[in-house]
């Protein structure tokens, strides 16, 4: 039997996010001990650890949890697969042009990229799984802060361009504002998210980055939007998200994606693939591509 804390340790699952996918989803049920501490056992790490590699392969928390709960080993057998050799070759090839500030190279391989025309493949498949790849070269010391920058501002810059290029929403269609909470400035999953919306007719208000709550709450009273969709990059981004999901929730439907949604309760969480979740979202809202 295992205590919070080392089940915490186990599995990677935080221990305040292991109580909420106990609580709200009943992954696991764990015993207690003379002294009312949780309990778990081996059983319950294996569930918490499909669970988890559920999330981080793109699911969204509460079908990862029914999956789960219906029949563990299903759920075991359904994770994601390791990426093709293509992509983890592109994977590299980012890397590549980061330690050497190549710049003929990284345009090549941007336009290859996005020659794709299926958004939704672009940015699940290729361009958000590659800046994950960059960042773990980064944290490894294969690539330097500058090298991180270089490629980064390119990817977002070749991703804004491609925001732009799509055709207008048609008049009387849903709108969604989209945009990250003050302080936070991890835009391109977030902006991914806005090209692909776009893609599919829906009316996007792209705020970017570091938003001041007022600016948000003035924005969504104007527009008067279907939805409006916030990511959480980081933990330090998870106040910030708090304030600005209970200023919005009296006046549209708040939804959250990013690395830690989980942490913020209330707004429905978009799950980890942002195309697929952009796609789904605007079928959701009648929207017409």
């Not at 799509?166 to 391109?188: F, S």
Request: with cysteine.
């Amino acid at each position: 039997m295992y205590t919070v804390g080392r089940t915490a340790e186990l599995t990677g699952v935080p221990s305040g996010t292991l109580r909420k996918w106990e609580q709200r989803y009943g992954v696991v049920v764990p015993q207690r001990s003379a002294g009312n501490y949780r309990l778990y056992d081996d059983e319950a790490v294996r569930r918490l650890s499909v669970m988890r590699s559920l999330v981080d392969a793109g699911w969204s928390a509460h079908e990862a949890a029914r999956h789960v709960v219906a029949d563990v080993a299903a759920a075991e057998a359904t994770l994601a697969r390791p990426a093709e050799p293509a992509f983890e070759d592109r994977f590299e090839t980012i890397v590549g042009c980061a330690q050497d500030f190549d710049v003929p190279r990284l345009e090549r391989l941007l336009a290859d990229g996005f020659a794709d025309i299926d958004v939704v493949s672009v940015v699940d498949d290729w361009l958000l799984p590659s800046m994950v790849h960059l960042g773990r070269a980064w944290q490894r010391g294969r690539v330097s802060v500058a090298g991180e920058h270089f490629v980064t501002a390119a990817v977002h810059r070749r991703l804004a361009e491609a925001f732009q290029a799509m055709q207008p929403a048609p008049n009387g269609g849903p709108r969604v504002v989209v945009g990250l909470a003050r302080g936070a400035r991890h835009e391109l999953g977030v902006l991914a998210f806005a090209t692909v919306l776009r893609s599919r007719g829906v009316a996007v208000t792209y705020l970017g980055g570091d938003l001041p709550l007022e600016a948000w709450v003035d924005v969504v009273r104007l527009v008067g939007p279907q939805a409006v969709v916030l990511a959480v990059p980081t933990l330090e981004d998870v106040p910030a998200v708090r304030e600005v999901a209970e200023a919005l929730a009296p006046h549209a439907p708040v939804m959250l994606g990013g690395a830690h949604q989980a942490e913020v309760d209330g707004p429905r969480h978009l799950g980890h693939l942002a195309g697929a979740a952009a796609a789904t979202l605007a079928t959701r809202l009648g929207a017409v591509s």
